[in-house]
Structure formats: C-alpha cells, structure tokens
C-alpha cells in the first residue's frame, strides 16, 4: 500500500494520555508515546525550515497530549501539556513513526548523550 492510500482507521489517545495508539486501513497498528510525537514534531519550531536548523528537544519524558484537532482529511494537529500546537501530523509522517520508531528513537537518545541533555 502506497503511502498515498495510507488512511487511520482509528486514533486513540490513551486513557493517561501519554501515548497515540493508531490503526491503519493496511492493518498495520502503532502505540507512539507522547514523548516521541512532542520531540519528533514536524513543526517547523522543532525541524526548522533546514535540516541545520533542527533543534533538539529534550526534558519532555512526563509530556502528555491535551488534544488533537483534525486538519483537513489528512493529518491531526497535537496539542501537548507543554503548550505546543504547531505540528501538523500527516497520515504518512504518523505511519513513518510508527514503523521506524525504534530507529528514531534511537537516534534521539544518541543525539541527547552526545549534546549532554536528558529526557
């Protein structure tokens, strides 16, 4: 299935809201915490407008989701405890969370050693 067919069949915010459990129309099924949606965002106040303009986001171990709007058909804005607001997730970016979610994170907490910063 192309990620341009790719469809949520369900989104559940778990019930002690630090995680995103999501069902998709291909069967494949995701729990992404909150901590790694908030330090993965794709707003552009995280990535920057250039991969030199990334920062790193730390100390968000205890974050939780507040709420989530849905943007068009396509994507769902989450709003953390933290006050951010300004990532649209897409379908495709939630489902490349979701199957490399171990690599990325990975390379998070590789990247909060080595600048010396803590979840």
Same mark, same amino acid.
């Given at each position: ?6 469809? @949520?069949?369900?989104?559940? *915010? +778990?019930? =002690? $809201? ?10 494949? +099924? ?6 790694? #949606? $908030? ?6 106040? *995280?990535?920057? /407008?250039? @991969?030199?303009?990334? &920062? ?5 171990? =205890? ?6 709007? @849905? &943007? ?5 804005? &989450? *709003?953390?405890? %933290?006050? /951010? %607001? ?8 939630? +489902?490349? !969370?979701? $199957?490399?979610? =171990? +690599?990325?994170?990975?390379? /998070? !907490? ?6 010396? #910063?803590?979840?």
């Amino acid at each position: 299935m192309s990620d341009t067919t790719i469809w @949520p069949t369900e989104l559940r *915010v +778990a019930k =002690d $809201r630090r995680s995103l459990k999501i069902t998709f129309n291909s069967g494949e +099924a995701f729990e992404i915490s909150a901590e790694m #949606l $908030r330090v993965l965002s794709p707003s552009a106040e *995280v990535q920057g /407008h250039s @991969p030199e303009q990334r &920062i790193t986001v730390w100390g968000k171990r =205890d974050i939780t989701i507040s709420e989530m709007v @849905p &943007i068009g058909n396509y994507a769902v804005r &989450i *709003v953390f405890d %933290d006050r /951010h %607001d300004t990532g649209i997730f897409t379908w495709t970016y939630l +489902a490349r !969370l979701g $199957r490399d979610r =171990d +690599a990325l994170w990975q390379e /998070h !907490l590789d990247e909060l050693q080595e600048k010396g #910063l803590s979840r």
